[in-house]
């Protein structure tokens, strides 16, 4: 039974119309599905009317961002840009972004940041050759867009060069860089070779072996070799300047200094430091390399020989020849050996006035080379040649201070007068020297921060050389300008 929609009134199912009201029950319902059916089949033919068009829109949209990927790929990919960065990151000091742009186009070896600090460091020192490889860049990267032909040369410091293409469809450019070998010679075997600080291999001697590449800059090359009484090294600074075919040579001398030993009785054995060698002096006709210093003593004893049946100690310095003496009981006794000694006494009083005059010559000569030491060392800061100035550092204060850091801290210097005030030479191998200076550092509001400093240095002679070893120095005062 259902419901007559008009009256309300019940009717039978089979019943077309309601018996009370005679509103026709079945063709109302049909009524309504029959709108309901067409509305669903006009909203189709809307559907299916609107259908291509929103396809065609969508591949408008899809190939429009397509071709503006393409384009923003492709220029950031084309050669004015890889030119324009490679330059922007050498003037802004970023070896991370240089190291990128060299990797993605060198395959014969992976490059440092260390390393390209060091090429750009060579660049800005040298700020003629700097502004001519950028002009060769920019040139070339022209004639690509220009579709000319563009090839490298061997004399290029840097040029663009053309790549494998990205995903098949975009062109690629890198920086290409001059290749620089180091040929390394050294005159002793186990000669243990360091390259910018990093070792690399170890050199047999005369027998000269190649490394590389490395960017174009100047490097620094370390020879050392362990003796067995002293380490030798011989440190070189190796130039762009010397380069020839691509290779900057370096012949490493590490020979150190060598000493003749003699004794006057020679089944006396070798004692070095209070300690026996097990080796007669008849055996021995040289040691080296030995350090000069005066930590290494020598001393020659007769095998079961009395008290005085041993020589001296003779400490080595700057000596070319050790003469162990022993002085027997017997010698001792020999009345001609008195008489010898008398007359060596009074040669020797006769001599005093003139070994008097030596010292002081020898003391005003190692007085000026202390005083340029220590000037040198603030001439070379003030050129920016913090290599240079930092081996005037003696091997104990390079221990404690490592280049890096030290350099680091310079960045901002202009430049560092000194002036020497005082020089005291303590003795053959210390001295102190008494100064005043004055910096110059950049500032990054872009004035000038100008230190008076003052004190004293400390100096150690290492071969023939004065060393800075410590320091006292304090600040005065300070002001802008």
């Given at each position: 039974m259902t419901h007559c929609k008009s009256c309300g009134k019940e009717v039978e199912r089979n019943r077309a119309f309601c018996t009370h009201c005679g509103v026709t029950v079945e063709k109302e319902a049909h009524h309504d599905r029959g709108n309901k059916g067409a509305e669903k089949k006009r909203s189709a033919a809307k559907s299916l009317k609107?259908?291509?068009?929103?396809?065609?829109?969508?591949?408008?949209?899809?190939?429009?961002?397509?071709?503006?990927?393409?384009?923003y790929v492709e220029a950031k990919n084309s050669p004015d840009k890889i030119a324009d960065q490679f330059?922007?990151?050498?003037?802004?000091?970023?070896?991370?972004?240089?190291?990128a742009l060299l990797n993605n186009s060198k395959a014969d070896h992976d490059i440092s940041d260390q390393e390209a600090k060091s090429f750009i460091k060579y660049l800005k020192n040298n700020p003629d050759v700097w502004n001519e490889t950028s002009k060769h860049l920019r040139m070339e990267a022209q004639n690509y867009a220009d579709g000319?032909?563009?090839?490298?040369?061997?004399?290029?410091?840097?040029?663009?060069?053309?790549?494998?293409?990205?995903?098949?469809?975009?062109?690629?450019y890198g920086i290409n860089t001059k290749s620089v070998y180091i040929k390394a010679t050294s005159n002793e075997s186990q000669t243990e070779l360091y390259i910018d600080g990093k070792k690399v291999k170890t050199l047999k001697k005369d027998k000269e072996q190649t490394f590389g590449p490395y960017l174009p800059s100047d490097h620094v090359v370390k020879g050392v070799y362990k003796g067995e009484y002293t380490d030798v090294s011989d440190k070189q600074d190796l130039s762009m300047d010397d380069l020839e075919e691509n290779n900057l040579a370096v012949d490493l001398d590490v020979t150190g200094?060598?000493?003749?030993?003699?004794?006057?009785?020679?089944?006396?054995?070798?004692?070095?430091?209070?300690?026996?060698?097990?080796?007669?002096?008849?055996?021995?006709?040289?040691?080296?390399?030995?350090?000069?210093?005066?930590?290494m003593e020598l001393q020659a004893v007769l095998p079961g020989g009395k008290k005085k049946d041993k020589s001296d100690v003779f400490t080595i310095e700057d000596e070319e020849e050790a003469y162990l003496y022993i002085e027997s009981a017997e010698?001792?006794?020999?009345?001609?050996?008195?008489?010898?000694?008398?007359?060596?006494?009074?040669?020797?009083?006769?001599?005093?006035?003139?070994?008097?005059?030596?010292?002081?010559?020898?003391?005003?000569?190692?007085?000026?080379?202390?005083?340029?030491?220590?000037?040198?060392?603030?001439?070379?800061?003030?050129?920016?040649?913090?290599?240079?100035a930092y081996e005037l550092f003696s091997s104990d204060r390079q221990g404690k201070v490592k280049y890096e850091s030290w350099a680091a801290g310079l960045k901002n210097t202009i430049k560092d007068d000194a002036t020497i005030i005082n020089v005291n030479p303590i003795d053959d191998s210390h001295a102190s020297a008494t100064f005043s200076m004055t910096s110059y550092d950049n500032q990054t509001d872009g004035s000038t921060l100008v230190q008076t400093w003052s004190g004293t240095w400390y100096l150690v002679k290492e071969g023939y050389d004065w060393k800075l070893n410590d320091y006292d120095i304090k600040k005065q005062g300070a002001h802008k300008e």
């Open positions: 609107k259908g291509p068009k929103i396809a065609v829109a969508a591949c408008v949209v899809v190939i429009g961002l397509g071709f503006g990927g393409y384009k330059i922007s990151a050498v003037n802004q000091d970023d070896p991370s972004r240089v190291v000319a032909n563009v090839s490298g040369s061997d004399n290029d410091l840097a040029s663009l060069t053309s790549l494998d293409k990205k995903w098949i469809v975009f062109n690629q200094t060598h000493i003749a030993v003699s004794t006057n009785d020679e089944d006396a054995v070798l004692y070095i430091n209070g300690k026996s060698t097990g080796k007669k002096l008849k055996n021995v006709d040289e040691l080296g390399p030995v350090p000069t210093d005066g930590s010698e001792e006794a020999d009345p001609s050996l008195a008489e010898s000694a008398d007359e060596e006494a009074i040669a020797e009083d006769d001599s005093v006035e003139q070994n008097d005059h030596d010292a002081i010559m020898a003391a005003e000569d190692a007085a000026g080379d202390i005083q340029n030491s220590i000037e040198q060392h603030y001439n070379y800061i003030s050129d920016g040649n913090y290599s240079a």
